[in-house]
């Protein structure tokens, strides 16, 4: 669907109420569109964590203007469904497409302004910056024999 509106009054055509009722939760799932206008906004709240995390916000529940109890897991289910072809992906489905580019990864490492002479950590840190190592302190320590 293109706009939370049409979400909201499908919700009423399901549950009763007005789009109203709804427009809320709906405007919630597709507040990311705020950031980034294309599908690719879904990967923050369109999984099924996303609709648990509707139900901390909003409640389990809300009543419609026709006095009928919705749980907001099925609005939100209803919502995921609308927008990615009737399937309700996890969390994990969306992260693990997600492509690795250089700047996710590791943190650099700054080198201190002293570096304390026989210090292993003043190798560890050399080897680490160059990518000659990926592994802990402790870890490279061990496999050193140090």
Known sequence: MAHPLHHAESSARKYGGTPSDYQAVHDWFDASKEHL????????????QGIFEAERVFGLSLTNAAGREIPIRWIGEQHVREDCQ??????ADWLGRIQPEPWMANGHIYRQAQDTVGDPRTTWLGEVA????????????EARGS
């Open 37 to 48: 206008a294309i599908f690719t906004h879904r990967a923050l709240r369109h999984h099924t």
């Open 86 to 91: 009737g399937r309700i992906p996890s969390l």
């Open 130 to 141: 160059t990518g000659k190592t990926i592994l802990g302190l402790k870890d490279w320590m």
